[in-house]
């Protein structure tokens, strides 16, 4: 028992493993100001790990109980989390994504399901200047763990209301026909390429069927002169082994103009490293896509072409993917290095652990040591995203990475006022949709522990509906209401009747009905709702961080009750 | 006609000797900086004076743009910010350089009083 215990957290924990590091050889210097130097590359905003969840699932054992989130808890966030969090993803993508490209570094969704997908993908099309993504193992396999049957048992339970299991076969097609949707010489280049640049394909289930199921496409001079991010896409569709399918892409981070004498270009391959040999499992570990990368010899062969193709003189190159090197197969690590080796970086970027950091590989004080930067969740505390940029310095012409780290709180805190200092809006112990633990769910029953979730779902909505009201005069045969109920009167009430409503699927078809309702209704105060949505998320990332509702290190202010 | 204030990528504050930017201009603009690049003797302990030539903006764009000493900044650079975040240029100012008061000023201020 203490054996599968171990092994059960190893496995699950494959978004939270540190493993120490070696130091940094003295040719690195860290400074704390910024050198004077020149810009050789655009600014691109890294996120990662995001984990669009369908809230609306059927029971899954053992990897949705108190037993499994003990062990690991990402299995259970708190629901607010998982139904208020994509805002934290929109807000980037709105504000920054208007001027800046976004670098996603994968596991978009949670359970992989198509609809998990479409609904990032919703989100990603309000990237003005474009977005790639590299993949991660939530981005095809059942919950980040694994491949299993998609027509029976826990991953179309799992899927149930969000569209069908998403394999990595699907993933790649869904992913290829979000970016034919976007607009932008690279993209609109490879729509070309695949004649999907019809006006009536407008839709990702429309057009997904229709991606060949190999390609190797690359930005050509027949595409014309316009600065394409997206240089190249090669992917690869195994239907009988969709564990084996992979899309790798190129992207040209390069300037438009440079002061420099000499030109210089800046490109980034997106590795996929959930590529497997052998189909994932949840046992062994080592075959678990959800603790181990790995990528295979065709997508490597075409990795090395791209690289020996392009000029060797001027040319920066950057690797990311969503394995952290540490946790790759050997065989994909001494793949890694060696490409690294071939283009003569020292950086790979890299997410998955949700924790943000610096990684140092090589040996103990070697000067061939090398840097990770592993860039941090957008959805689990402590809420990260940053921008990368490279540079050369004026000094001895070194190059330069500048990469502020930002958290989502920080500057919602700042900018939006957010979360709110509204003492009501927030959610507190004893409160029907207070976040609930692992004390609250103490059995392995997974029915029972979606009830709960259920319940405390309702109970949320309750709290937003109540909060933020529908605008008056709305009319009683307006589209948005629920069949049930003509008022907000009439849903708060119903939201009672059904918390104490035994029946799981019942309860499960009204918050559907709630969540159309919710994004259909007109409110009172848009721009209040949005503060409270956000400040939800914050509150249910933050509390889910320490497990309980208690202040963090750095809070600044407690009011203590009144005696 | 008196110009806007987001005419202007900086703006001087004299009551705290400090020279920042100006978020509306950056939240008119479509593109984002890269970086503000100071000319070589922009450096603490160094004197400016009003129109003088300090920075360039490199946009993300082929554009650069400088950046010149407003009228009333005078004086010598005690402090230059060297963790800008350009990210957030566009939704609050942010401070470039502080000066403390220079000393001509002081004595011509000094000069003034001593009158009868």
Redesign the interface.
């Known amino acids: 028992m203490r054996f599968c215990l171990v092994a059960l957290a190893i496995l699950l924990a494959g978004c939270s493993l540190f493993s120490t590091s070696p130091s940094l050889p003295g040719g690195y210097l860290i400074p704390?100001?910024?050198p004077?130097?020149?810009?050789i590359s655009?600014?691109i905003y890294l996120v990662a790990d995001n984990q669009v969840h369908n809230v609306y699932n059927e029971p899954v054992p053992l990897l949705r109980t108190e037993f499994a989130d003990k062990l690991v808890q990402t299995v259970i966030r708190p629901v607010q989390l998982d139904f208020y969090g994509q805002d934290f993803l929109e807000w980037l993508v709105k504000s920054?994504g208007?001027?800046?490209l976004i670098v996603h570094l994968g596991d978009s969704c949670d359970f992989s399901c198509t609809g998990e997908f479409k609904r990032f993908s919703e989100i990603m099309s309000q990237a003005k200047k474009g977005w790639v993504m590299a993949p991660g193992n939530h981005d095809g396999f059942f919950f980040g763990n694994d491949h299993r049957d998609v027509d029976k048992g826990d991953w179309p339970a799992a899927c149930s209301n969000a569209g069908e299991p998403m394999t990595k076969g699907r993933f790649v097609r869904l992913y290829l026909a979000a970016l034919t949707l976007q607009e932008g010489p690279g993209y609109q280049a490879l729509a070309r390429h695949l004649a999907l640049d019809r006006s009536d394909l407008g839709d990702l289930e429309q057009i997904a069927p229709l991606i060949p199921t190999q390609g190797n496409w690359r930005y050509g001079e027949e595409s014309g002169n316009d600065h394409a991010f997206l240089r190249a896409v090669s992917w690869r569709i195994d239907r009988a082994h969709p564990w084996r399918s992979f899309v790798v892409q190129e992207v040209d981070m390069s300037?438009?103009?440079s002061?420099l004498p000499s030109p210089v270009t800046v490109r980034a391959i997106l590795l996929d490293t959930a590529q497997y040999d052998m189909k994932p499992v949840l046992f062994p570990t080592s075959h678990n896509a959800g603790v181990t990368g790995e990528l295979l010899d065709d997508q490597l062969t075409i990795v090395k072409s791209w690289i020996e193709s392009g000029p060797r003189q001027g040319r920066f190159w950057l690797l990311m993917g969503h394995h952290p090197f540490g946790s790759l197969t050997g065989g994909t690590q001494k793949a890694v290095a060696d490409l690294r080796k071939s283009v003569k970086t020292n950086l790979y970027v890299s997410a998955h652990t949700h924790a943000g950091q610096f990684i140092v590989h090589g040996e103990d004080r070697d000067e061939d040591n090398w840097l990770e930067l592993n860039v941090g969740s957008i959805l689990d505390w402590s809420l990260e995203f940053r921008?990368l940029?490279l540079?050369i310095t004026d000094e001895g012409e070194r190059l330069l990475l500048r990469s502020?780290r930002?958290t989502m709180h920080e500057w919602l805190r700042?900018?939006e006022g957010v979360p709110t200092n509204d003492d009501e809006w927030e959610a507190k112990p004893g409160d029907p949709d207070y976040y609930l633990g692992h004390e609250d769910l103490k059995d392995l029953d997974a029915h029972d522990t979606e009830v709960r979730l259920k319940n405390v779902l309702l109970a949320a909505h309750g709290r937003l509906l109540g909060f933020n009201r529908t605008q008056a005069g709305a009319a009683p045969d307006a589209h948005f209401w629920p069949p049930c109920c003509k008022s907000d009167e009439a849903v708060l009430e119903e939201i009672d009747r059904m918390i104490e409503d035994h029946r799981l699927d019942r309860k499960t078809e009204f918050l559907l009905e709630l969540d159309r309702f919710e994004r259909e209704r007109p409110v009172e105060d848009p721009e209040k709702r949005r503060k409270f949505r956000l400040s939800q998320a914050i509150w249910a990332s933050k509390y889910d961080s320490v497990h309980l509702r208690k202040p963090l290190v750095d809070d600044l202010f407690i009011i203590f009750p009144k005696e | 006609m008196s110009r806007n204030l987001s005419d202007s990528p900086v703006v001087y504050d004299p009551v705290n000797r400090e020279l920042r930017t100006v978020s509306d201009y950056f939240a008119e603009k479509?593109?984002?900086v890269?970086?503000i690049?100071?000319e070589d003797e922009i450096e603490e302990g160094a004197e400016v004076e009003p129109n003088q030539r300090l920075a360039h903006i490199?946009w993300?764009?082929?554009d650069?743009e400088p950046i010149d000493a407003p009228p009333e900044c005078a004086g010598v650079i005690v402090w230059i910010n060297?963790?800008?975040?350009?990210?957030k240029l566009?939704?609050?100012p942010e401070p470039l350089l502080r000066l403390k008061a220079s000393r001509r000023r002081t004595r011509r201020r000094s000069r003034r009083h001593e009158r009868p």
Not at chain 2, 82 to 87: F, L, N, P, S
């Open positions: 704390q100001s910024e004077r130097s020149t810009p655009k600014r920054r208007k001027r800046s300037r438009d103009a002061e921008p940029q540079l502020p930002y700042e900018f | 479509e593109e984002e890269l970086n690049r100071w490199i993300d764009g082929a650069q060297g963790q800008i975040e350009y990210e566009d939704l609050r």
